[in-house]
């Protein structure tokens, strides 16, 4: 029996396993689910070692456990993968607006509502059955290559320990490549690999003037006013071409390079769609760069909010005795998230008037951006994988947002190939939330061509 059909077979016991996991409220962000976490980690781990995982452990943080598996190849120098997700999802609200249950999962046509369908149970739960169609299709009691999983239960808040957990377990985390399962594709019928993601540090900077607000009448043009500076200090983050302007701010950028611009811009983008999706009625950012480029491949500088003086009803003339302002900054490889707050602390002092003065606070040390190599076995292999179970060409994108892949690929000196196939109509942290079934099974199918992809890698 070849993997489809293997697949095919066992699709209904799948999706059974798949509810049964998915009606666990495995909610991270709220400390009166952090039972169901630790449920839905046992179960997981129940469910992998029924798969046939021979090592399968939960692991305990400080905070809420991972769950880790291991399946040997039977070749000793067969190559070792990797591959991360997470169990743990997000909160439900607002409740009112689904029109099912979030953890009764329902199935209305190809689509499976829950929380966690497609972020991020369901694409964790397709490599079992991935491993499990690679032994049918091969007639083997092992996979070609060495199989390991870590799946977390913090990455919905942030990851906290997730790092340390790797450090502390690096030895039993050793791989030649780890596998992604936690993005989305371009479309169901636009099949694509994410090949990285942007990282991200944000700062709240406060500026301070005068002890109390002052008498614009009296003071005013006399004395240095925060809300004018702030002003300044903000417009001046972009030169007249979008570019980020903060001195040093693009030392390091790894310039992403023709073949993926060129994939970037054969997706079917439409323009006028995405804006409508938007809410806006006009794109704007770095010369030179499509939109697409400017939310993938370019770093950014963007205002989130600002406040400051008088802001209720009528008049108040004053000088207000200080501004405020919240900025975040999307990094791409090759970028330092505190090489980059070093070089906005210098902007901000180098640019803050006599007569003020600035306070930064930063929101912890921020998020490296991450991304595959092109030219990789692994990711070669991945992309066969996937054009092997859907039929047709798999083009490349990147993500905008950031995750703890960062990490991955620098504690376990590990190369990144995402392998995923979620949409972004799935969804995910918002009510309603769902996954395709049949885009969960081609998940499963990639997954078991990938282990014969690597393992004929190695032997080559």
């Not at 990282?199 to 925060?226: C, Q």
């Not at 991450?370 to 054009?387: G, P, Q, Y």
């Amino acid at each position: 029996m070849d993997a489809r059909a293997h697949i095919e077979a066992h699709r209904d016991e799948f999706l059974a396993a798949l509810r049964e996991w998915l009606a666990i409220p495995s909610i991270s962000a709220d400390p009166a689910h952090h039972d169901d976490v630790r449920r839905s980690a046992r179960w997981l781990a129940d469910h992998l070692a029924a798969t046939g995982f021979p090592t399968v452990e939960v692991w305990e943080t400080p905070g809420l456990p991972a769950v880790f598996a291991e399946w040997p190849a039977a070749d000793p120098d067969a190559p070792t993968v990797l591959v991360y997700g997470h169990h743990d999802v997000q909160p439900v609200d607002p409740v009112a607006e689904w029109a099912t249950d979030p953890f009764t999962p329902t199935e209305i046509g190809t689509s499976l509502f829950a929380r966690g369908a497609s972020d991020d149970k369901g694409q964790v739960l397709f490599h079992a059955l991935g491993v499990s169609a690679a032994l049918a299709a091969s007639g083997a009691d092992a996979p070609p290559v060495t199989v390991k999983l870590l799946v977390e239960g913090e990455e919905e808040s942030g990851s906290v320990h997730f790092a340390d957990l790797m450090r502390a377990n690096r030895a039993r985390l050793v791989c030649d490549v780890a596998v992604i399962s936690d993005t989305t594709m371009w479309a169901a019928d636009t099949p694509s690999m994410c090949v990285g993601m942007r990282g991200v540090t944000d700062v709240e900077i406060n500026l301070y003037g005068p002890a109390r607000d002052l008498h614009s009448g009296s003071f005013g043009g006399a004395v240095p006013n925060p809300l004018k500076a702030m002003s300044d200090l903000l417009s001046g983050l972009h030169d007249q071409d979008g570019r980020v302007a903060v001195p040093g701010f693009h030392d390091g950028v790894v310039e992403a390079d023709r073949e993926e611009r060129d994939l970037i811009a054969r997706l079917p983008f439409d323009e006028k769609e995405w804006l409508e999706t938007a809410a806006s009625t006009a794109t704007w950012g770095e010369k030179g760069y499509s939109t697409l480029e400017r939310i993938w491949l370019r770093p950014t500088a963007e205002i989130n909010g600002m406040w400051g003086g008088h802001t209720g009803a009528g008049g108040k003339t004053i000088v207000p005795r200080s501004a405020h302002a919240k900025v975040s900054f999307r990094l791409v490889p090759g970028q330092e998230p505190l090489h980059v707050q070093d070089r906005v602390r210098a902007y901000v002092e180098a640019n803050t008037p006599a007569g003020l003065r600035a306070e930064l606070e930063f929101g912890g040390p921020g998020v490296r951006a991450c991304a595959s190599d092109l030219s990789s076995t692994a990711l070669r292999a991945a992309r066969s994988a996937m054009e092997r179970a859907f039929g047709t060409q798999v083009l490349f994108t990147r993500e905008g947002g950031s995750g703890p892949e960062a990490d991955i690929a620098d504690i376990l000196d590990a190369p990144l190939v995402f392998v995923a196939v979620g949409l972004d109509e799935d969804r995910i942290h918002a009510p309603n939330e769902k996954v395709e079934i049949p885009l969960l099974l081609k998940g499963a199918e990639s997954a078991a061509h990938l282990w014969e992809e690597l393992g004929s890698a190695n032997r080559a």
